[in-house]
């Protein structure tokens, strides 16, 4: 059984464009792996879960294969199993017009009140 680096691995299926960001993110502490927090030289091997934080939200890879090269997207896909929840849709805020100036005190309210403020 093979086992990479995580930030490597997260390198190669996508996950970040750059190695850099991953160990960038390891090193954040967005990356978990079997609810751990690790580094980046940390060793990944098939079966073991990441949780990676990224945009806000967490998602959650089963290592499936592992890579130590970045490969295509198609076969990226197939290195891991994607078991992360559905996202709850987001409201849609009323867009204001570009050049329509600061939002008036009542459109600020109504603004605040669509966000959750």
């Not at 160990?23 to 990441?50: F, I, S, W, Y």
């Not at 967490?58 to 996202?87: F, S």
Request: net charge positive; hydrophobic share 40%.
């Amino acid at each position: 059984m093979e086992q990479v680096r995580v930030d490597s691995w997260l390198w190669a299926v996508r996950a970040y464009k750059t190695r850099s960001a991953a160990t960038a993110a390891c090193r954040a502490g967005h990356v978990r792996v079997n609810d751990e927090r690790v580094k980046a030289a940390q060793k990944v091997g098939p079966g073991d879960v990441l949780r990676v934080r990224q945009n806000g939200f967490d998602r959650i890879l089963v290592v499936g294969r592992t890579l130590v090269k970045r490969v295509g997207a198609a076969v990226a896909a197939e290195a891991y199993e994607d078991r992360t929840p559905q996202r709850e849709p987001v409201a849609v805020i009323a867009v204001r017009d570009r050049g329509a100036g600061r939002p008036t005190k009542r459109e600020r309210r109504e603004i605040e009140r669509l966000r959750g403020y």
